[in-house]
């Protein structure tokens, strides 16, 4: 944040894509102390794999999907469709099926060291 400022600009356009296991991320707020989360741009190129995170909560927000893409959570299918949410818990065996793009919102702030690949 710019001093004086009592907002947050983000470009996302701007910041750099990271491959990650489901394909690309631009993720930001990272190394903002006033903000209690990170928030990511992810590109779900694939299937992803079967992950956890023991203290992370993560909100899915669907930008974009292919027709009969859904989030897997321990092991149950939930459809997804643009401009729906959902909500995963710590501990909550998640993955995404099919081509998607979404914002996703983790608190406490991603950590990558808390990505249990299963």
């Known amino acids: 944040m710019t001093a004086g400022q ?11 894509k990271i491959a990650c296991h ?3 991320a631009r993720r930001a707020l990272l190394d903002e102390a006033s903000v209690p989360y990170s928030l990511h741009v992810t590109l779900i190129k694939q299937d992803t794999v079967v992950h956890h995170h023991k203290v992370t909560t ?4 669907i ?3 292919e027709e009969g893409a859904y989030l897997e959570l321990d092991g149950q299918p939930v459809a997804v469709r643009p401009h729906s949410a ?3 818990s710590p ?18 702030k991603f ?3 808390d990505e249990f690949l299963e």
Not at 7 to 14: G, L
Not at 58 to 61: I, N
Not at 91 to 108: D, F, L, S, W
């Open 22 to 24: 489901c394909g690309e």
């Open 91 to 108: 501990g909550t065996k998640h993955r995404a099926v099919g081509t998607m793009k979404v914002a996703i919102i983790a608190t406490p």
């Open 86 to 88: 959902v909500v995963i």
């Open 58 to 61: 993560e909100t899915y927000f």
């Open 63 to 65: 930008l974009e999907c």
């Open 111 to 113: 950590d990558p060291t």
């Open 6 to 16: 009592p907002y947050i600009f983000v470009d996302f356009q701007q910041l750099p």
